[in-house]
Structure formats: structure tokens, C-alpha cells
Nanobody, 125 residues
């Protein structure tokens, strides 16, 4: 049974940093595509960053140069380093996993079958 547990969210002032973690279990972590998504109140869930099993990454334009996704296959953990945070980054952040290697659509939520419960990130101005 695939389980994803996010941590690391919190409240920070604009310009600050946070690092999110997603601990994975119940499957062969290293072979899965992994992604971070976020959803703000009243908005659709959007892809933030994703990483394939081969280490290739994809970022939303809104976070390029500020966020970095990485994975530690030895620890079965996915990370999202978020720097230069802005108030518009405020949202619930979700970790997602997919057994297929996604050549396309890494940032499309419907391509992922497994989801964590989310961790809240709040950025104040």
C-alpha cells in the first residue's frame, strides 16, 4: 500500500524559505515519478515541481529559479526547497506519486494515482 506523508510546512514571511519533505513507503520508490502540487482556497490544484525516476525535473514557470525538487532514493524521501517565498505561494502542498515514468504531463495532477494528505504553507507580506 502506497503511503505518502508530507511535512515541513508552516508560516513564513515573504522572502523566507521552507523545505518540504515527503516520506514514501509501500512501493519501489526509486522507480516512481514524483511531484509536488499545491492548492489555494477557491483555486484548482496546480503542479509546482516534479521529478522522474531518471532525475529529470520539471517546474511551473511561477516557481522556476526559486524552488528546487530533489529525491533521496536511499531514504525514500522527496524534497521541495522553497526560497524567496511570496504571498502567492500560500497554499496546501501535496506530494504525489505515479508508478509510470511520465515522459509528458509531469505537472498534471490527473496523471498521478497516489497522494499525501498535504501540508500547509502560509507566506505573509
Amino acid at each position: 500500500q502506497v503511503q505518502l506523508v508530507e511535512s515541513g510546512g508552516g508560516s513564513v514571511q515573504a522572502g523566507g524559505s521552507l523545505r518540504l519533505s515527503c516520506a514514501a513507503s509501500g512501493y519501489t520508490y526509486s522507480s516512481y515519478s514524483m511531484g509536488w502540487f499545491r492548492q489555494a482556497p477557491g483555486k484548482e490544484r496546480e503542479g509546482v515541481a516534479a521529478i522522474n525516476s531518471d532525475g529529470s525535473t520539471r517546474y511551473a514557470d511561477s516557481v522556476k529559479g526559486r524552488f528546487t525538487i530533489s529525491r533521496d532514493n536511499a531514504k525514500n524521501t522527496l524534497y521541495l526547497q522553497m526560497n524567496s517565498l511570496k504571498p502567492e505561494d500560500t497554499a496546501m502542498y501535496y506530494c504525489a506519486a505515479e508508478s509510470r515514468r511520465l515522459r509528458f504531463g509531469l505537472l498534471i495532477a490527473s496523471n498521478y494515482n497516489y497522494w499525501g494528505q498535504g501540508t500547509q504553507v502560509t507566506v505573509s507580506s
